[in-house]
């Protein structure tokens, strides 16, 4: 069973800090990993996508990738109370013509103004 | 704008009946899936479809299925409600294996 972990949290941190999201999974061989945003009562939207070992950046948005220690991260500076919200980890399940997306329970992050 | 929509967004229903979600892209993307959001659980894949014809279960498939006609439908069928299937269903679509998913708005459907 691929397994992908998050901190369920809560993670509260104050407006204009620096908010680390961190994720961990079970399938060594995956290839793509992608954070999601879901507000209350929304639907996750995409925010982030990273394939390769290193950091991708994406305005206020930098996602983390190492492979060999199966762990994936999302941060976000400068955090903003519109960022409040559940971020999903999300990666793809192993296997050539494998599309499906194996998510985690996600974390729910809390700004403060 | 191409987008993925999902009907109804609520819905209430009793034990026992047969209800159907539906699911409609505009994208042209041959993956399709169908998930389910419980609180303590996260979202858990029922089934997917990788092109017209195709349809596989996923880890909750238990109650439920998918027909898939056409490139831009994959409803979902519950074929005997359960009160065990009350939860926010959501549909997604992806291009190839290397995007991401993109998911509709979701359904809310309580079984009374």
């Known amino acids: 069973q691929k397994e992908v972990e998050q901190n369920s949290g809560p993670l509260s941190v104050p407006e204009g800090a620096i908010a680390s999201l961190n994720c961990t999974y079970s399938?060594?061989?995956?290839?793509?990993f992608f954070w999601y945003r879901q507000y209350s009562g929304k639907s996750p939207e995409l925010i982030m996508s990273?394939?390769?070992?290193g950091d991708k950046e994406d305005g206020r948005f930098t996602a983390q990738l190492n492979k060999a220690s199966q762990y994936v991260s999302l941060l976000i500076r400068d955090s903003q109370p519109s960022d409040s919200a559940t971020y999903l980890c999300?990666?793809?399940?192993?296997?050539?013509?494998?599309?499906?997306?194996?998510f985690g329970k996600g974390t729910l992050l809390t700004v403060n103004p | 704008d191409a987008e993925i929509t999902q009907s109804p967004r609520h819905k209430i229903t009793e034990t026992g009946r047969q209800v159907t979600l539906a699911c409609h892209q505009t994208?042209?993307?041959?993956?399709m899936f169908w998930y389910r959001q419980d609180l303590g659980h996260g979202l858990r894949l029922i089934h997917y479809?990788?092109?017209?014809?195709?349809?596989n279960k996923g880890e909750v498939s238990d109650g439920y299925s998918v027909s898939r006609s056409n490139t831009e439908d994959l409803p979902l069928t519950l074929e005997s409600a359960a009160s065990s299937q009350t939860s926010v269903y959501f549909c997604?679509?992806?291009?190839?294996?290397?995007?991401?998913?993109?998911f509709g708005d979701g359904t809310r459907l309580s079984i009374l």
């Open positions: 997604a679509s992806s291009l190839d294996s290397n995007q991401p998913q993109h």
């Open positions: 399938d060594r061989v995956s290839q793509s």
């Open positions: 990273i394939y390769s070992n």
């Open positions: 999300a990666v793809r399940d192993s296997g050539g013509s494998n599309y499906k997306l194996t």
């Open positions: 994208w042209n993307h041959n993956n």
């Open positions: 479809s990788y092109g017209v014809q195709d349809t």
